[in-house]
């Protein structure tokens, strides 16, 4: 019998932070989609009464609502990457270990 080289608790922590990640884009998505709306509307209602200097703290918002996108995507790309590597490795581990996988003094 080998030991396992693929810690499982290290691979549910991998697709728990893959989830973690996920829900948070989605949920900073949403956020940005929703303040871009409000701007929007506070673009033709400004353009309607030729007023335009309110806007600035709606554009800065957006900035910041992006930024977080985009801070937010890379972290969910590097999980993604995590967890795949995890899986990858434990998809092999288990295809050695198989019976007749390899000659078994290979395994020690």
Same mark, same amino acid.
């Given at each position: ?10 691979? $549910?922590?991998? /697709? +728990?932070?893959?989830? $973690?990640?996920?829900?948070?884009? +989605?949920?900073? *998505?949403?956020?940005?989609?929703? /303040? *871009? ?8 209602? +400004? ?31 590097? @999980? $993604? ?7 990858? @490795? ?6 050695? +270990?198989?019976?007749?996988? /390899?000659? *078994?003094?290979?395994?020690?």
């Amino acid at each position: 019998m080998t030991a396992a080289l693929v810690s499982l608790p290290a691979y $549910e922590a991998s /697709l +728990a932070e893959l989830e $973690e990640a996920r829900l948070e884009l +989605a949920g900073a *998505r949403n956020r940005l989609m929703a /303040l *871009r709306e409000t701007l929007d509307q506070a673009l033709e209602q +400004a353009y309607r009464q030729q007023s335009f200097g309110p806007l600035e703290h709606l554009f800065r918002q957006e900035e910041t609502a992006l930024a977080a996108c985009e801070a937010l995507a890379a972290r969910l790309a590097g @999980a $993604e990457e995590r967890w795949c590597l995890m899986r990858a @490795a434990l998809a092999l581990e288990r295809a050695l +270990a198989a019976p007749g996988a /390899l000659p *078994r003094h290979r395994l020690h």
